[in-house]
């Protein structure tokens, strides 16, 4: 089992920066892929950004490739979602997701934790 927690979310005005963080307890972080989703309302969750369980390799969505980062810190069972540039479209609620591979997945399928969100709205 594995518990995720989301923090950092919030308001910000479009062009600003926010840094969110997902906080893992449970089996041993640095064994396990991470991703980050988002849910806009009315519309299916989508993929943001993954990280491998080294962190060697990330992906990321085409409509936040060059404005978001991920990163992760293993000692502090930790994965971070840097975000800059925010756009209105943005808004959404992010989730944290932990994978049971060592691979990281553009799929919802991929991840089998999630965590319950945090709110970011990017007003305009």
């Known amino acids: 089992q594995v518990q995720l927690v989301e923090s950092g979310g919030g308001l910000v005005q479009a062009g600003g920066s926010l840094r969110l963080s997902c906080a893992a307890s449970?089996?041993?972080?640095?064994?396990?892929?991470m991703g980050w989703f988002r849910q806009a309302p009315g519309k299916e969750r989508e993929f943001v950004a993954a990280?491998?369980?080294?962190?060697?390799?990330?992906y990321y969505a085409d409509s936040v490739k060059g404005r978001f980062t991920v990163s992760r810190d293993n000692a502090r069972a930790t994965v971070y979602l840097q975000m800059s540039s925010l756009k209105p479209e943005d808004t959404a609620v992010y989730y944290c997701?932990?994978?049971?591979?060592?691979?990281?997945?553009?799929?919802?399928?991929?991840?089998?934790?999630w965590g319950q969100g945090t709110q970011v709205t990017v007003s305009s």
């Open positions: 997701a932990a994978s049971l591979l060592s691979s990281a997945s553009k799929l919802k399928s991929g991840y089998r934790y």
């Open positions: 449970g089996r041993t972080f640095s064994s396990y892929a």
């Open positions: 990280i491998s369980n080294s962190g060697a390799d990330t």
